[in-house]
């Protein structure tokens, strides 16, 4: 027992002490609060930006339609029905400029058309927007300019067409100006609560999020640690150190030291992290203001039950170990880092298998795809968790995954213990097969 | 308690293509200083992984200063340096030594105290410079080399076991470990290390025991190895190299069974029934000026190749015998 824990104690010192871990641990949070912030960030960054593209509308409608658009475009969104923190950041944000409206007629429009073209192009103007009967008739319009890629451009210029035509028809089957206004001034925000056997549980978006990002984490986690083990293993076969080890503890003391050290080296970064997250996500008002942002945007931190908390640990704990073994086999297999990274490819597939189905299951946690990847053992510990938290999962059904995953990871430390007792002090070809069977068998 | 700090008895091992070790028994006494000598591929490496119990036996079994092998706490008495030596590259020395200490169940404040005295004896701490701060990759090879001896020592183990310790060694770290091994001896301690290289196993050890292709040879104290051997070998030394007149006499299958030349220093094994006597009168009418013509013990190496031979090195075993 003392042995093993100076085995732990080693993995653990060596990796803390290491100025990589040091860059890591410090850049998670960075990250953290970068993509809790960055978004919000750059969407009102873009916004901005786009006040200076004011372009051009040519109307050959002769209703004044251009008109009409030009105010909606310039106008302020209507905020009453925002949440008030939403309301004031939208408030804060710079008037969009409005456009210059050229009215003409249906005939001079091709050359004016072929003007602005090369006004375009020699940088004088950003874009221009033509209407004309056809979008009086069936709302077709058309827009030309440097900026056509932006899909956020495009939406804002056709709500804003929609929306003036609309008040335009309205007014034509007989109903006052204001009255039109008010009637097609109107801003849909459609908010999406999860509904549990326990009541609403926070918001849905948020819970999508949560599961995602576990997902995430647990899959970089494992991928990360697991190859820092199969790196630990490959060094102390490489330098031969490995012989004077396990001529003073056990092969498999020496495994179960390693895949514990490493293990708490990953649990401690992401205490740190985990920390830091909460302290980012308490503070994110305060940090909002101080990059000149207003309030953040609103999002209600989806409740998370023990039990799930509970399960969350095992299925991280479990997950991990399962695949720590794996490549402590494979690093005992190999003699260089080459051979290494082509034999721990099947490893590698397993967990890519599981996060490629990542997505599908984020889009419907209760469809039958999400349960069966959810139910395989190797990609349960990743799958699972997310399904958790995006809905909800009976303690029954918990359990006989976690009862499988459990099994399939004995399996494994089993059979990696097997191919790392012999495979350690073993140089030269890599083994077939049918050599690691017999590996598996003999020892 | 035994007086063995070794035992083994009919032990097998045999891997798939090969047998590395074929029903081989023997027994060390506390307190020896013990040579097992075999050619390249002879199983040495693997008789003693089997000692220490990192790979087991097919068939037999091993006792450890009375007790078997496979018993966890015995691990903690014994020495080990293996033949393929390697460290923690990114470790600082002192960290890696009491790594190695912690792994045999020394206490922090003990390992440390020994450590600074190992490291002031090697030479590996001087005023000027403290290599236990330095990361091992920053070490020279020899110094390497003196670190890892350490680190089997640090317990302060009753049975050292040293894989091919010379190999490597330069001059100066060969001597420091002779002196350690004698040290070791007079404190009574039981070393047995392997080698190929007879000189160093005659002036070490007590006892030896050759082996090849997986099987013991003879094994013994090294006086009743020697004496057992006797009676047949010439010690002979000329004045000025020999002509080639005494170098057919020296061929002379009638007289001669084997020679082993090294240009003006001969030892000649006597062929069955050669009378010593009329080896040298031979030689003298071959015109040769004789400094010295004595009938001796055999050398250990003389013995190795007598009883072994050419054929006691199997091609294309490398290194892991």
């Known amino acids: 027992m003392a042995k093993l824990f100076a085995v732990v104690k080693r993995e653990y010192l060596e990796r803390v002490r290491s ?23 750059l969407s009102i960054r873009g916004m901005r930006n786009s006040g200076v593209s004011q372009f051009t509308v040519l109307d050959a409608t002769g209703t004044g339609l251009g008109e009409r658009l030009a105010d909606r475009i310039a106008s302020r969104p209507n905020t009453d029905s925002l949440p008030p923190a939403l309301a004031e950041t939208v408030n804060a944000m710079p008037v969009v400029p409005r456009p210059v409206i050229e009215v003409l007629t249906a005939d001079a429009l091709a050359a004016r058309e072929a003007q602005l073209v090369t006004e375009v192009q020699e940088k004088r103007l950003v874009g221009f927007l033509v209407i004309d009967s056809a979008t009086v008739d069936k709302g077709e319009a058309r827009y030309a300019g440097r900026n056509a890629g932006s899909v956020g451009e495009t939406e804002r210029i056709e709500s804003a067409l929609r929306s003036a035509l609309l008040s335009m028809r309205i007014e034509a089957a007989g109903i006052s100006a204001t009255t039109a206004e008010s009637l097609t001034r109107l801003r849909i925000s ?24 576990v997902a995430m984490l647990l899959y970089f986690s494992i991928v990360f640690y697991g190859q820092a083990i199969l ?13 004077v080890i396990v001529s003073s503890v056990s092969p498999d003391t020496l495994l179960a030291g390693k895949v514990l050290g490493v293990g708490a080296v990953g649990l401690t970064q992401q205490l740190v992290w985990l920390s830091s997250g909460v302290f980012f996500w308490t503070q994110r008002g305060a940090l909002f203001k101080m990059l000149g942002m207003g309030a953040p945007p609103p999002m209600a931190f989806p409740t998370v039950s023990p039990t799930v908390l509970v399960a969350l640990v095992l299925f991280f704990l479990l997950g991990y170990t399962l695949y720590a073994s794996l490549f402590a086999a494979v690093g005992a297999m190999v003699g260089s880092q080459e051979e290494a990274n082509q034999a721990s490819q ?5 967990l890519v298998f599981s996060i490629i189905f990542l997505q599908p299951v984020l889009l419907n946690p209760t469809g039958r795809l999400a349960q069966i990847v959810s139910w395989v053992p190797f990609s349960a510990p990743i799958i699972m968790p997310m399904r958790m938290t995006a809905t909800e999962i009976g303690i029954g059904e918990l359990a006989a995954v976690l009862a499988g995953v459990l099994a399939m990871c004995f399996a494994c430390v089993w059979m990696a213990a097997r191919i790392y007792r012999i495979g350690l002090l073993m140089y030269g070809k890599r083994p077939s097969m049918a050599e690691l069977m017999r590996w598996i068998r003999q020892s | 308690m035994t007086d063995l700090a070794l035992d083994i008895r009919g032990v097998s091992k045999r891997y798939a293509a090969h047998v590395a070790v074929r029903d081989l028994s023997l027994s060390v006494p506390r307190g020896t200083v013990y040579g097992l000598l075999g050619p390249n591929g002879a199983g040495k490496t693997s008789t003693i992984r089997m000692i220490l119990n990192i790979i087991a036996p097919d068939t037999g079994t091993i006792h450890l200063l009375g007790r078997p092998h496979s018993d966890g706490a015995i691990q903690d008495r014994i020495g080990y340096l293996p033949e393929e030596r390697g460290l923690y590259k990114k470790m600082a020395v002192r960290d890696v030594l009491r790594f190695l200490a912690e792994l045999k169940g020394v206490a922090r404040r003990t390992a440390d105290a020994r450590i600074d005295e ?28 003196k670190v890892q001896f350490i ?6 183990p009753e049975l050292v076991i040293l894989d091919e310790p010379f190999s490597g060694l330069d001059p100066i770290n060969a001597q420091a ?16 290390f392997s080698t190929h290289l007879m000189d160093n196993a005659e002036r070490l050890c007590d006892a030896v025991c050759i082996i090849a292709r997986g099987e013991k040879v003879l094994d013994g104290a090294v006086a009743a190895v020697k004496s057992e051997n006797a009676g047949r070998t010439v010690a002979l030394a000329l004045e000025g190299s020999a002509s080639p007149a005494v170098m057919g006499v020296l061929q002379d299958k009638a007289l001669v069974e084997r020679v082993d030349d090294q240009s003006r220093f001969f030892e000649v094994e006597l062929a069955a029934n050669a009378d010593a006597q009329v080896l040298l009168r031979r030689i003298l009418e071959a015109g040769a000026r004789i400094a010295r013509f004595e009938r001796v013990q055999p050398s250990l190496h003389q013995i190795f190749l007598q009883r072994v031979g050419a054929s006691g090195v199997e091609e294309g075993m490398s290194g892991h015998g």
């Open chain 1, 190 to 213: 459609l908010s999406a609560d999860r509904i549990t056997d326990r009541g609403k549980g926070g918001s849905g978006l948020a819970s999508a999020f949560l599961g995602g990002g």
């Open chain 1, 231 to 243: 790196r630990g293993v490959l060094e102390e076969k490489t330098t031969r150190v490995a012989e």
């Open chain 2, 151 to 156: 680190g089997t020592l640090l317990h302060d």
């Open chain 1, 19 to 41: 100025p990589w871990f040091l860059i890591v641990t410090l850049f998670g949070p960075l990250f953290f609060a970068t993509i809790m912030v960055l978004p919000g960030y």
């Open chain 2, 118 to 145: 190992w490291l002031d004896r090697l030479a590996l701490r001087t005023p000027e410079k403290d290599w236990g701060k330095a990361k091992v990759d920053e070490l020279s090879r020899g110094m390497q080399q």
């Open chain 2, 177 to 192: 470990l002779k002196d350690t091994v004698v040290d070791l001896k007079r404190r009574g301690k039981t070393v047995i």
């Open chain 1, 346 to 350: 099947p490893v590698i597939m397993l």
